[in-house]
């Protein structure tokens, strides 16, 4: 063989020894630790929503008892209003003589005082 030949043998040779690296797939573990924290996490979450939403349902009963309280109120209010036009009404002068003069008093003006607010 010529010196040449023996070249390209060699050449040959070396070139199945190198191979292409294969690349793993690594596999995403996680620690105990980080298990750990993302459990906590994750309860802590859940803790914190359910929290929220109880204050919100608490929060929407006491508004409906203020308006409730509040209609109470104006209710009240209109009775107490009515009594107190009736009670004008009933404290009229003419009323007050008419009902005198029902039940046999006169009116003598020399006995009368006036009383001034």
């Known amino acids: 063989m010529s010196n040449t030949a023996v070249k390209i043998q060699e050449k040959q040779r070396q070139q199945p020894s190198v191979r292409p690296k294969v690349k793993r797939k690594r596999k995403f573990r996680l620690t105990l630790a980080e298990k750990l924290l993302f459990v ?30 509040e209609g109470a109120i104006d209710e009240q209010k209109k009775h107490n209003n009515d009594l107190y036009v009736e009670v004008q009404q009933l404290s009229t002068y003419e009323r007050i003589l008419e009902k005198a003069k029902e039940l046999g008093l006169s009116l003598n003006e020399n006995n009368v005082k006036v009383v001034q607010e």
């Open 40 to 69: 906590s996490f994750f309860l802590f979450a859940v803790y914190a929503s359910i929290q929220i939403v109880s204050n919100q349902v608490s929060i929407y009963q006491v508004n409906k008892h203020i308006q409730q309280l």
